[in-house]
């Protein structure tokens, strides 16, 4: 990763503190309770809120902080306060940044070995996708994620990816990915996250063509042509229900090998929607391979490849596996994560506000309007979550939420509707499946991503959670905008059924509450906006689609 000089000084800056950072070489503290990492030109790094977490967790004078930089400047300096901490008896590492930092310090764990291969790593995601953390559940909000950090309430036991003395823990990729990841700048990436991502992804995508690789997995001679190449130890892009493949697990002892084979627009399209709804293992475009010991990519010209995130070279390439590389936190599958501050459960902020800052009294008018609407949105939260209608009601009450996860159930009606009178609805699918995901993407990625207000299961005993886990933010509801986008597009089309449409859409606003994933105010905001940003690109689709 290159920084400009003159931004990662000013960054870097931020995180000095006299007290631990002018800790001379060989003196860390010796009741050291964490060495903390962190990389200051992170997309969501925020010095001042990390460095209130730090001290709530652990005690201002019991961790040390240490910037990161360039990697090829870096390495002696990490191995040198990573030696130093373990010798004062620290088994405790806590990286913030995004997956490219996490390998880079996990890297040097491994590869150092003795004590300091012994120490634990916890994850304080700031990155713009944050893989590896949202596989494990671990939180997405810095004083969620440096709590569990110190609560230590567990710890997997992760295999890796290696290449040379390199090591990653997510994945590594030949093709689109990594032309993605190379074309995307940081300016971008600070100002519009995922977002600049998913914009050059699909930049690259118009004239991406298929090549031909030869690989050997496992020493077994294998040709191919192929329009993306990934090994993956994990399974996920970062957001459910997008998978790499089936059943992929960062813990077995194995690495998995996806082979994207498309050739067509219509290909891309049937193997992007089979990957949505989780059925990407079912696609005749996508065979997978498990890899053992040692996987070697080579190509007629070079292309480059990435790896968790970071572009790392140009085939050919040689890939092997670390089995039990590297220990990190993570909580329990089956347990809740409960930030705690000073031995109290903190309270969950609202959309906005740092969470914790119910701890203190408020001062002025608009923080005690606050913390009055929070308390009653916690309130009927836990009214409605503790309805409990019995396992049918409850399993329909999941459908009703997933056949919305990616927008189907909206697609559906508008086919249909086409099928049955083309003449009138011909254009319809166009005009809803485009307008709404557009939606979906603007909601899920840039206004999620701006406030993280933890999910209301995180926080709450009493909660009960109904179905899958989510590990986003929870304001606003992405189905919910969702459900009401689409009872916006397709009533607007067919008016009769407006009616039915709109009481699908409360009906999914409801289930959220009830299966305990959102507050109540984050269903009510994510309606509205939904239903506005559905209108505003439902009119821009008619003026760049006009019908004929």
């Not at 939180?139 to 709590?147: F, G, N």
């Amino acid at each position: 990763m290159t920084v400009p000089a003159g931004l990662a000084h000013q960054r870097e800056a931020r995180f000095t503190a006299p007290d631990q950072d002018c800790v001379p070489a060989g003196a860390s503290p010796p009741d050291l309770r964490a060495l903390v990492f962190a990389n200051p030109v992170a997309p969501n790094t925020d010095p001042e809120r990390l460095r209130a977490a730090l001290d709530r967790s652990f005690g201002a004078d019991h961790y040390r902080l240490v910037p990161t930089e360039p990697r090829d400047a870096f390495l002696a300096v990490a191995e040198r306060v990573l030696a130093e901490a373990a010798a004062t008896g620290c088994d405790l590492v806590v990286v913030v940044g995004g997956d490219g930092t996490v390998s880079q310090i996990a890297e040097r764990l491994h590869h150092l070995g003795g004590p300091v291969a012994g120490m634990a790593l916890a994850i304080v995601p700031c990155g713009t996708a944050n893989v590896l953390a949202r596989e494990l559940g671990i939180p997405t909000t810095i004083d969620e994620a440096v709590a569990l950090a110190a609560a230590r309430p567990g710890v997997v036991r992760l295999d890796a990816i290696t290449f040379g003395d390199r090591l990653f823990l997510t994945q590594v990729g030949v093709g689109l990915d990594a032309y993605m990841i190379r074309d995307t700048s940081r300016d971008a990436l600070r100002r519009f996250k995922r977002l600049s991502y998913l914009t050059t992804l699909a930049r690259r995508a118009i004239g991406h063509r298929s090549q031909r690789f030869q690989i050997h997995v496992d020493g077994r001679p294998i040709v191919v042509r192929a329009w993306q190449l990934l090994l993956a130890n994990a399974s996920t892009l970062g957001t459910r229900p997008f998978v790499w493949g089936p059943d992929i697990d960062p813990c077995d002892g194995v690495l998995d090998l996806c082979v994207f084979q498309v050739r067509r627009l219509r290909e891309l399209g049937q193997l992007v929607w089979m990957a949505l709804t989780g059925r990407v293992e079912e696609s005749p475009h996508a065979r997978f391979f498990q890899v053992h010991r040692e996987l070697v990519i080579e190509t007629g010209a070079p292309l480059p490849v990435q790896g968790d995130g970071e572009c790392i070279g140009h085939t050919p390439v040689t890939l092997g596996i670390a089995i039990d590389a590297v220990h990190i936190v993570a909580a329990p599958a089956g347990t809740k994560e409960q930030p705690v501050a000073n031995g109290k459960t903190v309270e969950p902020a609202m959309p906005g506000e740092t969470a914790g800052a119910g701890t203190s009294e408020p001062r002025t008018w608009w923080e005690r309007a606050r913390r009055r609407i929070g308390a009653a949105d916690t309130a009927l939260y836990l009214k409605l979550n503790q309805l409990n209608g019995g396992a049918l009601i409850d399993r329909i009450l999941v459908f009703v939420s997933r056949i919305l996860d990616w927008g189907e159930i909206w697609v559906f009606v508008a086919l249909l509707a086409a099928w049955r009178d083309p003449e009138r609805f011909g254009s319809l699918p166009l005009r809803v499946a485009l307008p709404l995901w557009v939606t979906m993407l603007t909601v899920n990625f840039p206004i999620k991503q701006r406030f993280g207000r933890q999910r209301p299961f995180l926080v709450h005993e009493r909660a009960r959670l109904v179905g899958r886990r989510p590990t986003d933010s929870s304001f606003p509801s992405g189905h919910t905008a969702a459900a009401c986008a689409g009872a916006v597009l397709l009533g607007s089309h067919l008016p009769e059924l407006a009616p039915l449409f709109w009481g699908y859409a409360v009906l999914v606003g409801f289930s959220r509450v009830y299966l305990g994933v959102h507050f109540p105010a984050d269903v009510l905001v994510g309606g509205v906006v939904g239903a506005w940003l559905a209108t505003f690109y439902g009119w821009l689709t008619t003026v760049l689609f006009p019908v004929g």
